[in-house]
Nanobody, 119 residues
Framework: QVQLVESGGGLVQAGGSLRLSCAASGSIFRVNAMGWYRQAPGKQRELVATITSGGSTNYADSVKGRFTISRGNAKNTVYLQMNSLKPEDTAVYFC?????????????WGQGTQVTVSS
């Protein structure tokens, strides 16, 4: 079993910043990629940003230039620095990790953290 724990959500005014953190734990042999997704009320979950073990990043067009995903010094951690936040960024943000345990592949999700941006 692989567990993901997120933190850092909250309420912020438009134009403000937040930093989300996610740590993966369990019988992890290898993490191939980690990422952040979000789901706003009444909408489908969408990709925000991903980062591979090699450091390659991918961002949704809506967050390019405002959000930065990075890997932490601690193993199997990922951060999402969110600047210039807009009300449309309001959503539950979910951390995702995919890789392999010593026994099988995994594709795990965190419980989600609420981000609310007021206008």
């Amino acid at each position: 079993q692989v567990q993901l724990v997120e933190s850092g959500g909250g309420l912020v005014q438009a134009g403000g910043s937040l930093r989300l953190s996610c740590a993966a734990s369990g019988s992890i042999f290898r993490v191939n990629a980690m990422g952040w997704y979000r789901q706003a009320p009444g909408k489908q979950r969408e990709l925000v940003a991903t980062i591979t073990s090699g450091g390659s990043t991918n961002y949704a067009d809506s967050v390019k230039g405002r959000f930065t995903i990075s890997r932490g010094n601690a193993k199997n951690t990922v951060y999402l620095q969110m600047n210039s936040l807009k009300p449309e960024d309001t959503a539950v943000y979910f951390c995702n990790a995919e890789g392999a345990t010593f026994f099988q592949a995994f594709d795990s999700w965190g419980q989600g953290t609420q981000v609310t941006v007021s206008s």
